[in-house]
């Protein structure tokens, strides 16, 4: 069986039962430490022609985004503070250093914007380049796993979605001018900006604790949608055994988005967002969506097929919108 | 200016500028939890065709080899305790399964004897198999760095050298009868073992605090002998500011080895022997010789040019055994 017949759910699938609490089952590994603080752990892997291109970003964004791609995996475990990364860079004998530097001047970058210091790492020759980082944080007030939602919860969502997929798009020319033409500058600006220099959402997680209403113990579960939206509510409810209902009038998109044929799709599926998607008792999201600009109810978890994915008022399963990106096909 | 005409060294010394406490100034990078222990972290790249091939490891002894590596650099810094690792794994789509799998096997095999767990990880498809692993572990007693040696230090070796090398020569079938004849097939079978299945040293760094001598304080200057033992020598001394003195006639071979028309040179710069090279107090490095198999002084430091290396009772210099492997030319 080869890796590409194999697809990337099952391959994580396999892969986990080496690893039974390990970064696999969720966005990221938690260890506690004998001070009772929570580590989390994450690894990411970028490989040029299969996450990055020359076409869609330089240098520095490649390393701002490589960064808070890791950054968003370790607020997706409920990380308020960055200790820092590692990273494994591989390239052929023949990149120049300008490239080199460029990414590790992003990488700082980003790192001197929400915390946490360059570890070390390492560096070899190779065919292509990729990067692999290692980052570490520390969990806040309580940890957000994807098994800790329960019937009833808000499906809340932190910022626009489709955004990445778009600027991709526009810098990949993929748009012809008939659809660029009712997007306005300013919304072609932002998808661009989106893309290249994605924000890990570290700033919802530090208020999370603030907006927790009296009654409610810590409890939310969430994860980032770097796959997708779909994909992310998909992975909630099945590892917190609910089935998710979406609001189809209230998928979050920025303004005049809507004027894409594409809109909804990439919305759902466009991926890479790096925002949060949390499921939690409807008063804290309430809360969560009055004091923080951007958060809002998609959703919610209710009782029925884990896992399952429907619009509200309506038994219908959205169609399946993939596993995220297959890495092997 | 490309990374090639640039050679590792400098390559290392460029990006150290951008993590001044990092991993790149000594084998791993050191953060102090809130309880007061040590988190040990080191990320370690393995190329396919630059740091492995299948003609000399299957599947399950580069799974065993990746961990024990980084390992070595956890045991290199002071680590008395594994917590675990994440693997990044890169493989072309057409990879089976099952080389999977078995590199899987032999990590967890490596973690099962040494300690730890796997954490997780990421997998991505690629033109090229590599691996890109990070360790997390504990300092024990006390933390073991490259500068911490003083003048006047033994230089304490703990095993032979070079087995690794002559192991790779076995297998990729680079001595004629005629080199190969000499030497007992116990040795070939010992050389061959130690490259498919390196021993971190974490039990050295377990021991050495039973045996400190009562006045002595922690201090214990250290690197593993990945890249060489000329180099770990010279690189402990360089941080150290000190000069380095090997004994000629006490360079740490197996039984036989001797043998080899290129021992002195395998035995100093084969590189890949996963050893520890210390300096420490006379005192302690005479206990810790006395009471561990395979632990020789080898030399010591002194005060004189940093960095440089020379044979005792001569003044002159050992040749450059090169920067260790330059992986980008």
Request: hydrophobic residues 40%; negative net charge.
């Given at each position: 069986m080869r890796l590409q017949e194999?697809?990337?759910w099952e391959l994580l699938q396999r892969l986990s039962t080496?690893?039974?609490?390990?970064?696999?089952?969720?966005d990221a590994a938690l260890l506690t430490e004998q001070s009772g603080r929570t580590l989390v752990v994450n690894t990411d892997v970028l490989v040029e022609g299969v996450h990055f291109s020359d076409t869609t970003l330089c240098p520095q964004d490649l390393g701002w985004r490589a960064a808070a791609a890791n950054l968003s995996d370790l607020a997706a475990m409920g990380s308020t503070s960055v200790v820092g990364l590692t990273v494994g860079l591989v390239a052929p004998g023949e990149t120049s250093w300008s490239w080199v530097e460029g990414v590790y001047q992003g990488l700082s970058e980003a790192l001197g914007h929400f915390g946490g210091c360059l570890l070390g790492g390492d560096c070899s020759s190779g065919a292509q380049r990729l990067l692999a980082i290692t980052a570490l944080g520390h969990v806040g007030d309580g940890p957000i796993r994807r098994g800790d939602g329960r019937p009833g919860d808000w499906l809340?969502?932190?910022?626009?979605?489709?955004?990445?997929?778009?600027?991709?798009?526009?810098?990949?020319?993929?748009?012809?001018?008939?659809?660029?033409?009712?997007?306005p500058a300013e919304l072609q600006a932002e998808a661009v900006r989106?893309?290249?220099?994605?924000?890990?959402?570290?700033?919802?997680?530090?208020?999370?604790?603030?907006l927790r209403p009296a009654p409610c113990p810590w409890r939310v579960a969430g994860t980032d949608s770097s796959d997708g939206l779909q994909l992310a509510a998909a992975n909630i409810a099945r590892a917190s055994g609910c089935r998710v209902?979406?609001?189809?009038q209230a998928l979050p998109m920025a303004p005049q988005f809507n004027r894409l044929a594409?809109?909804?799709?990439?919305?759902?599926?466009?991926?890479?967002?790096?925002?949060?998607?949390?499921?939690?008792e409807p008063s804290?999201?309430?809360?969560?969506?009055a004091a923080m600009p951007g958060c809002t109810r998609i959703g919610c978890l209710l009782e029925g097929e884990?896992?399952?994915?429907?619009?509200?008022?309506?038994?219908?399963?959205?169609?399946?919108?993939?596993?995220?990106?297959c890495h092997f096909q």
């Open positions: 194999l697809g990337e080496f690893a039974p609490a390990g970064q696999w089952d969720d809340v969502c932190t910022g626009p979605h489709g955004l990445s997929r778009l600027g991709l798009a526009l810098l990949q020319g993929e748009l012809d001018p008939q659809q660029r033409e009712p997007l989106a893309h290249q220099r994605p924000r890990p959402r570290l700033d919802v997680v530090q208020q999370l604790s603030a209902e979406l609001e189809r594409s809109a909804e799709h990439w919305c759902l599926s466009g991926g890479e967002d790096f925002e949060l998607i949390l499921a939690l804290w999201g309430e809360a969560l969506c884990a896992g399952k994915v429907s619009w509200a008022g309506s038994d219908q399963m959205l169609e399946a919108s993939g596993a995220g990106y």
